[in-house]
């Protein structure tokens, strides 16, 4: 593949700003992401482009635009109801916090505008008249498969270290290797990963965890990454498990069952998060064996912390601690009507089915002992799961067909003692759901007060 043999189609709003600039006597490229994704036949989220024009000279040439970050060189130019970022070539001053630049000059070079970005597949840049501009090897490196530092690795990372996270990011979801040097600048700088916002770690964490190759996790625990953002993944890690239903280390089951569960980002953060209190659970008899009596409830509460301590949003890291809370559920339980609708109450209707795909993934990531026993048993749960459904029996308090208004009718007053009444009520439907029924439930309501 040669640089001039690549052509890509570059969107009409797009190719639009591209050609105003260039008609005004300045250079301008599509850059960076959407360059290296054109190039491997993915879709690009988005088209950034880069010019030689100064945000002010940006600004006169287009009707709407943005200033999205003028003292960085930024305009966001509008066209239509899509907006494009037009960041001018700069050069970036001194990184004195790990993150930002603390000033940038303008150039009118690409060169060195392109050298500045993080990777070389990240660096090249395109329009119709000129073509690919590939001047750090990205084209050689998407061919070589190779994740590698424009430049002196030391130097970006310096710069930037969250360019350390993407590394391995980009590694998961493009399926490259990363470069000897790029990595061994990893392993030297993976403490700056301290000075990186919470919020810009996660967003990196849960791109990893959602793409095609999760278990690269891995290699953010080998480079001393995890160490800094995620410290109890490295704990478990280097805990063992000898036990009959296991065959990994508790991190390294941890990855493989990440890789057994489909790319939904709260399922994946559920199987990194499931058994994470293990270690903190351990216990081994007289015979060698480890025991983790009372891990789902310690997990759970570690998954809270560590999602808060992440800065995930509130629906995430409640979903995420009751699949971890529950994951161990009926482990070695035949499925019965009533131990599934009671499996549904405390889990709930709508997230049960993702209890079923952690429960299974956490199978199959253990040994082979007895795994086509469990998984079968899981199969059955999920068949009453599917029958409680259309039949639709009762599974919660809103689905009790008697209600605090009812029961005031009857003379109960509002208090603790109506909820009792009907949490009893509630758990004689979940055993018997023919239960369900106004005139019975109002004849045991009496009875109870």
Known sequence: MKAEDIK??????????????????????????CVRDSILGREPQDWDITTSAEPMQVKALFRRTVDTGLQHGTVTVMQGDEGFEVTTYRVDGIYEDGRHPKDVT??????EDLLRRDFTINAMAYNDTVGLVDMYEGLEDIERKVIRCVGDPHERFTEDALRMLRAVRFSAQLGY???????????????????????????????????????????????G???????EFDVAMETEQQHLHHCYSVGEHIIHSIENVRPDPKLRLAMLLHDIGKPDSLDVDEDGITHFHGHPMVSSRMAKTILRRLKMDNDTIDTVAILVKYHDYGNGVPA???????????????????????????????????????????????????????????????????????????????GPAMGEILNTLLEEVLDDPDKNDPEYLKTRAKALM
């Open 8 to 33: 890509i189609t570059i969107p009409e709003r797009a190719n639009f700003i591209i050609k105003t600039l260039e008609g005004a006597g300045y250079e301008a490229y599509v850059v960076g992401g």
């Open 106 to 111: 303008f150039t009118r070079e690409l060169k």
């Open 177 to 223: 290797k990363i470069d000897p040097e790029t990595e061994k600048a990893i392993r030297d700088l993976s403490g700056n990963l301290e000075k990186i916002s919470a919020e810009r770690i996660h967003t990196e964490l849960v791109k990893l965890l959602v793409s095609d190759n999760p278990g690269e996790i891995r290699k953010a625990y080998e480079t």
């Open 225 to 231: 990454m995890t160490k800094i953002f995620l410290p």
């Open 336 to 414: 019965t009507d009533k131990k599934v609708r009671k499996a549904m109450n405390k889990i709930g209707k709508d997230l049960f089915p993702m209890f079923l795909e952690v429960k299974e993934a956490d199978i199959l990531a253990q040994s082979e002992y007895m795994r086509e026993e469990k998984l079968e048993n899981i199969r059955e749960w999920d068949r009453i799961y599917k029958e409680i459904l259309e039949k639709n029996q009762c599974v919660s308090l809103k689905e009790l067909k008697i209600n605090g208004k009812d029961l005031i009718e009857l003379g109960v007053k509002p």
